[in-house]
Every structure is written in C-alpha cells, then in structure tokens.
C-alpha cells in the first residue's frame, strides 16, 4: 500500500480493548477487519500488542518480519511497513516490543506514531491493544473514533471493563484539562482524596464538578462525548445476552458513561480448532452462527447502533 | 406519543424513542432486577455505590415506568378507534387491581392483552417456557414440587406487575385443593 502525500480522507480508526487477557479481543478485531474488507472497504489492522503479537495468527498467516521498531528505529514510513494480510483489501502491520509497550515509548514518539496512523491510506484501521489498562494503552484506545471493548460472561472480564472505562475517562479529561492549563487537577484531587472524602470514580467526579463552573462545563461536554462500544463474547445460554444490557446500564446509571451494546457472540470450539489449523475462522465458516452475528455486529459498529433487540428476540430460541 | 417527560422516561428505561408497550415492560423489569439483585454485573462494584444511590435510581425507574404507562393510556384515549385492536390498557391497572380469583386463564387473558409472550416471561424469569404454559393451563400435575410451583407463579406474577401475593394465594389456593385429592387417592 502506498501513502499520499495527502490523503482526500483520514481513516476512521477503531481500538479494541477492555482490560482482561483472553477475553477475545484480537479474534473479534481479525473477525470484523474481515468482514469490512469482504464489503470493499480498504482495512488495515495493527497489532499493538506488545507482549503477545499474535493478530497474524487469526489469520493464518506467518509473522511478518517487519514491525513497528522499523518506523522508529530505521525510520521507514508507516505505510511501508503494512505487509499483506492474505485477504483482499486488508494489510497488516505488526507492533514490536519497545514500540508502544508500556515505558518503551517516548511521549513524542507516540504522539508522531499516532499521527502518521491517522495518514495511513485506508478506509478503516482496526487497533488491538492488548489487556491492561497502562497508560501507554489507554492513550492509544483513546485515539479511536470508535472505541471498542470485548468482554465475556464473568465477574472478573466485567470488573476489568469497569477500572478500563474508567480510567479512559480520566486519562481523556486530564488530557482535555491540560489544554485549559487545570492538568494537575484531577491528580491532586485523588492525591488528597481523604481531605475531600473521595473514595471513587463518581464522588471524585463530583467533587471535580464542584470545584468552578469551568470545570463542570469541560466534565459535562467530556462525559456526553465519551463512547464505547461493548461486544460481549463467548456466551452460552441466551440468558447471557442481556448482560450486554446490564453493563451498559451500570456504566451510565452509576458512572455516567455512555457505551452502546452492539452485539453477543457465541461460544464456538471451532474458532481455536481455526487458529491451531492457522485458519481464519471467518473464511472457513462464513455461514456459521457465530460469523452471522459478527457480521451483524460489525454492522452495527459501523451505523453506530445498539442490537436491534427485536430482531434478536426472534433468534433467541435457537440458541441452546 | 407524547407527554412532557416521554423522553426522558424513555431515556431511564434506556429505551429507543418510539419503544412499545411491550418494550417498556421488558426493560422494566430487566432494570428492577438489574438494580435490586446481585449478579456479576453489579457485584465489582458492590462497595462503590451506596444503597440510597440504587434506591434512587430505583425510584427514577418506577417514576419513569408508571409515566410510560400514563401516556400509553392517554394514547389509549384519543385514539379510539385503535381500541378495537390494541390490548386496553386503560383498564388493565384498574382490572388487575379489582381481579381476586387469578386462574390460569385469568392470567393468560392478563398477559395476552399486554401483548407479552411466554418465550419473554421465561427469559426474564428463567422459568421454562412449558412450566409457564402448565400454569396458564392448571396443568396441575405437570408442575414441579409446591415450593417450585409458588415461585414461579410470583414470578410470573410480578412480570405482569401483579400484586404476585394475592395472585401466589389465590393460585395455591385451588393447587392445595387438587393437591389434596391426590393424597386422598393414594
Ligand atoms: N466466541 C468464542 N468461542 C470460543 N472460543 C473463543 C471465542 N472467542 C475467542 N475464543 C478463544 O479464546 C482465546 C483468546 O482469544 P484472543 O486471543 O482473541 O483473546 P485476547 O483478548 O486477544 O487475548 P489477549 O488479552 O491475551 O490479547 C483464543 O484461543 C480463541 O480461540
Ligand atoms: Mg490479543
């Protein structure tokens, strides 16, 4: 692929991220990275993980040599980097350790990263980030114009998504507060939390809206532009379904965070039998249940909706 | 549909504007257990929010669900010549209300005019969808043990937001009856 010198239109970017390991963050990206390219758009994926690599895998593919080390070390352009992902319309470009892992990274590093990202030639780019809520990760979810988070049926994979939402949140409001010269606000709140009688998220946010009309200006524009989008995986029972529902409720009743449910997807053995045969799971099994609500899913995070539960309701009774 | 706080009633039900009646009741009480049970969705953060926030939300819930409900029976009003086709709502509270003999047929008639399926009661209640029919039929010897049977029928009851005591009582009732006889039998 080859990058303009100007490109006619940024990518719209979409992170993938939610806290727990294994929860299937980089199937679900790899899956919907498909289905955009099966639909024509030109789709690059990254894989920002930097612990476990391993996007190519969904593929079925090698690991490509090239990575990310060679746009900050050798300086070759982004672009350049992007090897084929053996689908068509879709490239791949692999991150590296001491690329985007935590502490590897300067700030202006990553801040020239996620500029040449968003030069990158494509329609859409899909980032895996990982699990953990460092820092370096959260500053790329929050690069997203959809940010995405996969989570399963267990208590842990749910808590994990709660400390991940909101430490996004904070992390985009210090950053917005910076610009308004209040960075040090919100640390030296939590730093003197005691003094304040703060004990979480939402009494710290509502102490921070106390404190001058300013700044409960900047929260309120700040919480109503916030956005995630929930996938819920590997569930078993149609019961599972609503717990998409659930967790969505809890962020904006309790945290005030918006998020939309877009959509479940089933427990299937096959999709690991697809990446130890080195399959993509998507191609092998286009008419599969699982590959229909992916696809339905992707739908969704592209119109920017909410599963149309209606429409769910009817499929419910042939889920076992 | 209109009314001055539809939307934000809509909004707290968490609900697409233009939802349906039956729409409402589902997210009605997928919220009211969602705020008043434990369950993996609420137990990470058990410690973080306190018990007058969730009665808050509680009351916003019922407020909002109570107003939906109002302005579905002014609706009801207006367009009457919809009435033919559509369950009466407007006397629906009122009926249930008054209702002291619940049979089985009574609260299939309940749920048929509020449009609402087995299939929505069972996924809500967990209770399987055949239990709901045998208790609709007073399929009596189809039923689980006693204790069973009491709990799925409050919990169907409280689906339809029937006082699920009186229904529970009534029910039993007439199951205590037929369970007698069986005794007698043997
Ligand atoms: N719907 C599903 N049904 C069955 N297995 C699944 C499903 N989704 C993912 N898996 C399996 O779960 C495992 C973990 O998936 P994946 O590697 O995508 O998770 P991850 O969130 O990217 O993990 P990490 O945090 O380590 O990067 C994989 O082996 C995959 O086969
Ligand atoms: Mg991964």
Redesign the pocket.
């Given at each position: 692929m080859i990058m303009k010198a100007i490109n006619e239109r940024s990518p719209e970017i979409w992170t993938i991220g939610g806290g727990?390991?294994?929860?299937?963050?980089?199937?679900?990206l790899s899956s919907v990275g498909i289905c955009l390219a099966l639909q024509g758009k030109r789709v690059i994926l990254i894989d920002a993980?930097l612990g476990?690599a391993?996007l190519h895998t969904?593929l079925g593919i090698n690991k490509p040599g090239i990575s990310l080390t060679n746009f900050f070390e050798k300086k070759i352009s982004l672009s350049d980097l992007v090897v084929d992902s053996g689908i068509k319309n879709m490239g791949l470009l692999i991150g590296a350790i001491h690329s985007l892992s935590p502490d590897g990274i300067k700030y202006t590093q990553k801040l020239k990263l996620f500029r040449h990202i968003k030069q990158l030639n494509a329609d859409y780019v899909l980032i895996?980030l990982?699990?953990g809520a460092h820092f370096n990760t959260i500053d790329t979810f929050l690069l997203a114009d959809k940010m995405i988070v996969?989570i399963i049926p267990e208590i842990i994979a749910i808590e994990n998504l709660y400390f991940f939402l909101k430490n996004a949140f904070f992390r985009q409001l210090i950053n917005s507060l910076g610009s308004h010269g209040l960075r040090d606000v919100v640390q030296n709140a939590w730093k003197n939390r005691a003094e304040h009688d703060i004990k979480n998220f939402t009494q710290l946010i509502d102490y921070l809206r106390g404190l001058s009309k300013t700044m409960e200006n900047i929260i309120n524009t700040k919480l109503s532009d916030f956005k995630a989008y929930i996938i819920l995986?590997?569930i078993n029972t149609s019961q599972e379904i609503m717990i998409g529902n659930s967790v969505k409720s809890i962020c904006k009743k309790y945290f005030g965070l918006n998020s939309s449910y877009v959509g479940y997807?089933?427990?299937?053995?096959v999709?690991?039998r697809c990446?130890n045969k080195r399959q993509s799971y998507m191609q092998a099994y286009p008419a599969s249940r699982?590959a229909k609500e992916i696809e339905r899913l992707t739908e969704n995070l592209l119109e920017g909706r909410d599963i149309i539960q209606r429409y769910e309701r009817k499929k419910l009774q042939q889920i076992p | 549909m209109s009314g001055k706080n539809y939307s934000k009633y809509l909004e707290t039900l968490e609900l697409p504007p233009g939802a349906s009646l039956s729409e409402i009741r589902k997210a009605y009480q997928h919220l009211k257990v969602l705020y008043s049970r434990e369950s993996i969705v609420t137990l990470p953060i058990e410690d973080e929010i306190s018990a007058e926030v969730k009665r808050q939300i509680l009351r916003q819930i019922e407020e909002a669900y109570q107003g939906l409900l109002v302005s579905f029976e002014k609706e009801e009003d207006t367009l009457e010549n919809e009435m033919s086709s559509r369950p009466e709502m407007k006397n629906y509270e009122q009926t249930s209300v008054e209702l002291t003999t619940f049979t089985g047929q009574a609260l299939r008639k309940i749920r048929e005019r509020l449009n609402i399926d087995l299939q929505d009661i069972a996924l809500s209640t967990r209770v399987q969808t055949q239990y709901l029919n045998d208790i609709e039929l007073e399929n009596f010897e189809a039923l689980p043990p006693e204790a069973y049977t009491r709990g799925f029928i409050i919990s169907y009851a409280e689906y339809l937001s029937l006082d699920s005591k009186k229904v529970v009582d009534d029910y039993m009732s007439r199951y205590s009856v037929w369970k007698d006889e069986q005794e007698k039998k043997t």
């Open positions: 727990k390991g294994g929860t299937g963050k980089s199937f679900v993980d476990g391993n969904f895996d990982g699990a996969v995986n590997r997807i089933e427990f299937d053995p999709i690991s990446i699982c | -």
